[in-house]
Nanobody, 116 residues
Framework: QVQLVESGGGLVQPGGSLRLSCAYS????????MGWYRQAPGKQRDLVAS???????NYADSVKGRFTISRDNAKNTVFLQMNSLKSEDTAVYYC??????????WGQGTQVTVSS
């Protein structure tokens, strides 16, 4: 069974922090670059961070210096540490392979709301 389960979202004040987790299952992920994506209502779903199996990372300019992606290959888990959160970070956050593949369905995502 190929599955992605995101967790850790919630309501946080501007300047606060959250740590998101993504548990994945299925051999299709074993050699994949993994990424975190986000989508706000009415907007395109965008890649915000990615990580190779060996640990090399890439970030969108909008989150550089604030977000950190990491992974635990033994536990089949990807994390996104989000610091100095801004209102414009409000979105549903998803994990998936990079690039996305047609045989992998998106998970439910986890809602992050940054508001006073």
């Amino acid at each position: 069974q190929v599955q992605l389960v995101e967790s850790g979202g919630g309501l946080v004040q501007p300047g606060g922090s959250l740590r998101l987790s993504c548990a994945y299952s299925g051999s299709i992920f074993s050699a994949s670059i993994m990424g975190w994506y986000r989508q706000a209502p009415g907007k395109q779903r965008d890649l915000v961070a990615s990580i190779f199996r060996g640990g090399t990372t890439n970030y969108a300019d909008s989150v550089k210096g604030r977000f950190t992606i990491s992974r635990d290959n033994a536990k089949n888990t990807v994390f996104l540490q989000m610091n100095s959160l801004k209102s414009e970070d409000t979105a549903v956050y998803y994990c998936n392979t990079y690039p996305v593949r047609s045989q992998v369905d998106w998970g439910q995502g986890t809602q992050v709301t940054v508001s006073s």
